[in-house]
């Protein structure tokens, strides 16, 4: 028994202190944690590593989760060339740790990002190449993140996915886009009492929205999504969200309970109007817009203001046909992904 | 898997059968030793603890074909508890917990469990941290402590009635709840299985007894 023990504590010891090795392969499986401000953020690196290539998602919400982004198709024509990284920010998805609610600050899910690199050069090499892709909430997160500071530096390439950079110019155009879709839908007699009632409200705001105005919009701009028959597969079905989360490991429940966005003080302060143009004349990096035709949550306008604003050698537009929101997981996913694969191809 | 789902049809018969008692007394509860199985396939741990009951009621209802009885038993129970959550975390909590327990004659049991703890997990991969100077750092036993709040509802048979052997066995599922976590809470649901020993010379425990006629 004594031996045992001994044998026990040694072999621990040995362990303990074992640089980590890390290795760059064809098909990676990495789950490791950032640990800052009281936010223990879990980071998965799927796929090819050995491409010194990293594909970051920055989820949308506030309040998401990134491993959603991973889905079959991303698993078999993504990861099979480049390494997906999948971060959960503070108090989103699978993060972990006590309460920090005093951190849910733009500035500190900035730095979060800025570690998040720190680490990811650490593990893979000063000489990896990054793209940034931010969705929605993300896609506000992430040219705020670009116009920090020397942060640029760190990436090669900025994929812009339906992001919310300007929420009184998105709020405008979502009015907009609702109006018109709905006098049509009315006119065709498809699903008239939810689109009377959206019509109503729109026609009842005048400019610059109130905070609760700026979440109904929002709310029937989702809404929307659900009921615009050009959209054939607007959002993933819940079966392949729950088949995502049980094959990552993800806590179920907890997903069904997180940290909630609506009344989350960080989406309280989005809400208010905040809008990241003004600074996207300090973006140089090679970027790519990719919105969706029937998107009314982050509508497709919405690239324009960027790609006029920007100062970048290489910015390309593409608005898919078929997509709303969830552009990268319906019915136009080959051509987003695809979109995606040229530019990181062309830029790494 | 089929034996877990075996057990928890067997368990849960239990509950269903609480109506039917014979005319015997039931053997007042003893303290016991508990060894639990958590996670029913994923995210598997184990949980193990003492319980000392502390307080026994025998109830008689008079029926047409006599009287039928059972006992509300509460016991105090003390655990400690592990799993594992790939790619999560490993959790390990400390637990105690009001058992309410109700059984027939013969020998199945239902019960209801509230209870209280502390839990310390550990992140389920290496942790890092960045420096300001970005230096990054490997944390070591990196996670977090919480306290918790459980609840648990579940069944099974006691072995001590009709076979004489100092043995329960159970099922549970239980919800429980981490806080403070993130700038919620965190909750999780838990089944258990498991067995509970009574050894002869063990912890005595010396429950107040009462009998209530209706």
Redesign the interface.
């Known amino acids: 028994m004594k031996q045992l023990l001994i044998l026990l504590l040694t072999s621990l010891l040995i362990t ?1 202190c074992q640089k ?1 090795k890390i290795s760059l392969a064809a098909n990676a499986h ?7 401000r009281g ?2 953020m ?1 980071i ?1 690196v799927h796929g090819n590593t050995a491409s010194k290539t990293f594909i970051m998602m920055i989820h949308g919400g506030p309040g998401g989760d990134a491993i959603v982004y991973r889905s079959e198709y991303v698993k078999s024509n993504v990861e099979s060339e480049f390494a997906m990284v999948y971060w959960d920010q ?2 989103s998805g ?8 005093q951190y ?1 600050d733009i500035a500190y899910f900035i730095e979060d990002f800025e ?1 998040v690199i ?2 990811l050069k ?1 593990r893979y090499g000063s000489d990896i190449s990054i793209f940034v892709n931010g969705h929605s909430w993300g896609g506000f997160l992430t040219p705020a993140f670009l116009q920090k500071g020397n942060n640029q530096q760190q990436v090669k390439g900025w994929i812009q996915s339906a992001g919310a950079h300007n929420i009184p110019l998105l709020n405008q155009y979502a009015i907009q886009m609702l109006l018109e879709k709905a006098s049509i839908e009315i006119a065709a007699g498809r699903n008239t009492e939810k689109w009377t009632e959206i019509k109503d409200y729109c026609e009842g705001i005048t400019l610059p929205m109130s905070n609760e105005e700026s979440r109904q919009i929002n709310i029937y701009s989702a809404e929307a999504q659900t009921i615009t028959p050009e959209i054939p597969k607007g959002i993933p079905a819940a079966r392949d969200i729950y088949q995502i989360y049980t094959e ?4 179920l ?2 997903l069904f ?4 966005p609506v009344t ?1 003080s960080l989406a309280d302060w989005l809400f208010q109007g905040q809008e990241v143009s003004t600074g996207m004349s300090t973006i140089t990096v090679p970027t790519l817009l990719l919105f969706g035709k029937w998107d009314f949550v982050c509508p497709a306008p919405l690239a324009d203001d960027i790609e006029q604003r920007i100062q970048s050698s290489f910015v390309r537009k593409r608005v898919l046909e078929n997509s709303g929101h969830g552009l990268m997981a319906g019915a136009d996913k080959e051509v987003y992904w695809e979109e995606v694969l040229d530019f990181v191809r062309r830029f790494r | 898997m089929q034996r877990m789902i075996l057990l928890f049809l067997w368990t849960g018969a239990g509950l269903i059968s609480q109506a039917q008692t014979d005319k015997v007394s039931i053997p007042l509860p003893v303290s016991s030793l508990k060894l639990g199985y958590l996670g029913a396939g994923i995210h598997p741990g184990v949980k193990t603890g003492i319980e000392i009951p502390y307080k026994v009621i025998q109830v008689e209802k008079r029926k047409r074909g006599g009287p039928k009885v059972h006992l509300k038993q509460r016991g105090i129970s003390g655990s400690l508890g592990y799993y594992h959550h790939q790619d999560f975390h490993d959790n390990v909590f400390l637990l105690v917990e009001q058992v309410r327990r109700r059984e027939n004659t013969r020998g199945w049991f239902s019960e209801f469990a509230p209870g209280i703890g502390y839990s310390r997990t550990f992140l389920g991969g290496t942790t890092y941290q960045v420096s300001a100077q970005s230096e990054v750092t490997r944390k070591k036993m990196a996670g977090f402590h919480y306290a918790l709040i459980s609840l648990s509802a579940g069944g099974g048979y006691n072995l001590g009635i009709k076979k004489d052997i100092p043995l329960r066995i159970y099922g549970r599922i239980g919800l429980m709840t981490f806080f403070p976590y993130n700038s919620s809470i965190y909750l999780r649901i838990i089944p258990e299985l498991g067995v509970s020993y009574s050894p002869t010379k063990f912890l005595k425990s010396n429950p107040s007894f009462k009998i209530r006629k209706k």
Do not use: C, M, W
């Not at chain 1, 990552?248 to 806590?251: F, I, R, S």
């Not at chain 1, 309970?257 to 909630?260: E, I, L, S, T, V």
């Open positions: 303990s980590e990495d789950t490791f944690f950032l640990e800052n936010s223990a879990p998965r503070r108090n699978a993060s972990q740790g006590n309460r920090n609610r849910d570690k720190t680490v650490h990552n490991h993800l806590p429940i907890q309970f997180p940290y909630n989350g």
